[in-house]
């Protein structure tokens, strides 16, 4: 989600335990001032961002850890004593997890609801239990494309910010009474006079000057501002948007199914294009991505913590590329991948002037979930990940290793790990989703692995590419797509 780097639209097909029951459901998913000594020296972190940009806690608010993308955290995770400490089953997957000030897991859900085999799944905002990761409330929306907006955030007065199905944008609190807790619309502003019919809302964000950037399926990028007020621009016709946005206090970074753009926004809101770069698109989706066209939501680091943007193409040998933010010049251009899958549908990882991809090439998605047939039909997911530094010189790769990554992983600045679920080694002819799932951390450093914990057992654990987040006390909150996880340290 990237889509998220993890799925944005996803239908699969799971058995119980005991393989009673057969599921059909849509699953959306999408999946401050330390320095760490890498490879290469010191790494910085990035620069505070703006209290402007109405998020709650860093590292906690986005889908991708901040506005810029890096799915970076201040905070330490599990890591080297990393344990299962509590699990509950949801109802449903969910794609997204947030935490607010105040320590409660809330998450963007699609829920499971209707006969046997279920087969109606309702996007769903769904509270969670800090302490024993059980649900405690939910609050339904209207069925709309990727959840009606898997890219939501929480906004500073810890409200989920999402799009639901009727083209809204809504602002999602919640309270304890003596009644329980309770979620509830604290606001809402239709937006629907802007998109096509056919169309919905797939990303989310907030702006330093107070506005939320969305963007659809169908190219329409808007803005609300803090008035209510509404402005939009199409994007030429026939390119799409399945990945998130990622914003800077200069602007935008949007990337479709053709062409990776800056924008801004004018002085009356409404988005206008600084710069287009297209890329190679290839011709038709791989085997692990769920469209054609590049997996990546782009990724901004680097001089100044925005001063590049990276995307990773879709060529029949993928390229990282790196862009100049301000003027779309290249900084660096080469292979993303040598012994991983050739692709991924995940976004480059940032600390620093460092990029962090894994591999999602031959990931097995569900038929229902993607985009036409891929070329190759099919492909082994072997898995993989890369650590490349990036100068004024040019792009090095420091390390590539066999971490057959299957969620939306997340780098701390604080432990220098990289926090993820897994499956084992690759074994040729073994079923993806049948058998273990791991927790693995990662040296940043090295690349080196430094922690397995069975957590889990496909395909009710099966982690679908879905997004996690880090709390401050190192606890990483990750579903998969039958429970919530809770592992501490």
Not at 30 to 49: D, I, K
Not at 60 to 70: F, R
Not at 190 to 216: K, N
Not at 301 to 315: K, L, M, R, T
């Amino acid at each position: 989600m990237s889509k998220s780097t993890h799925p944005d639209r996803i239908a699969i097909r799971i058995c119980d335990p005991v393989g009673m029951v057969r599921v059909w459901a849509g699953i959306v998913a999408a999946v401050v001032g330390m320095t760490v000594w890498g490879a290469g020296g010191a790494v910085a972190a990035p620069a505070a961002q703006s209290p402007a940009t109405g998020v709650g806690p860093t590292g906690t608010s986005l889908m991708h850890g901040d506005l810029w993308s890096t799915d970076s955290t201040p905070f330490p995770g599990p890591g080297r004593t990393a344990r299962l400490s509590a699990s509950s089953v949801p109802g449903g997957a969910c794609a997204a997890t947030f935490i607010g000030r105040d320590g409660m897991p809330i998450s963007l859900c699609t829920q499971f609801v209707g006969g046997s085999p279920v087969n109606v799944a309702v996007p769903t905002v769904t509270l969670f239990d800090p302490r024993t990761a059980a649900p405690v409330a939910r609050l339904q929306l209207a069925k709309g494309g990727l959840l009606g907006g898997v890219y939501g955030y929480l906004d500073d007065r810890d409200r989920v910010v999402v799009a639901d199905g009727s083209g809204a944008i809504l602002r999602v609190a919640h309270r304890r009474s003596g009644s329980g807790h309770r979620l509830y619309v604290d606001d809402r502003v239709d937006v629907s006079r802007h998109i096509p019919a056919d169309d919905a809302i797939t990303g989310l964000a907030p702006d330093f000057d107070g506005r939320t950037w969305f963007a659809t399926t169908r190219g329409v990028v808007g803005t609300v501002g803090s008035d209510g007020g509404v402005r939009s621009t199409h994007l030429p016709q026939g390119e799409e948007l399945g990945n998130g946005l990622s914003v800077r206090a200069a602007g935008a970074s949007i990337i479709t199914t053709h062409a990776l753009y800056e924008m801004r926004a004018g002085a009356d809101g409404t988005p206008e294009v600084v710069w287009r770069r297209t890329y190679d698109r290839g011709s038709a989706r791989r085997p692990g991505q769920l469209t054609g066209g590049s997996g990546t939501t782009p990724t901004y680091f680097g001089p100044g913590g925005d001063g590049w943007v990276a995307i990773v193409d879709n060529a029949t040998r993928p390229h990282l590329i790196v862009y100049d933010s301000d003027t779309g010049s290249t900084v660096c251009r080469m292979p993303a991948f040598v012994r991983s899958g050739q692709g991924t549908e995940n976004s480059p990882m940032a600390w620093g002037s460092s990029l962090v991809i894994p591999s999602t090439y031959g990931y097995q998605y569900p038929p229902m979930a993607v985009s036409g047939p891929s070329v190759p039909a099919d492909a082994p997911f072997v898995g993989g990940a890369t650590r490349i530094d990036v100068s004024g010189q040019g792009c090095r790769r420091v390390w590539e290793n066999g971490d057959r990554i299957a969620t939306l992983p997340r780098m701390s600045r604080a432990d220098g790990l990289i926090h993820a679920l897994g499956y084992g080694p690759y074994v040729p002819g073994a079923i993806q989703q049948a058998g273990p799932i791991y927790y693995v951390a990662t040296d940043f450093a090295t690349g080196e692995r430094v922690r397995t914990l069975r957590v889990g057992t496909g395909p009710v654990d099966e982690p679908l590419e879905l997004t996690g987040t880090i709390a401050r006390d190192g606890t990483l909150w990750q579903a998969t797509v039958g429970r919530m996880l809770k592992i501490g340290r």
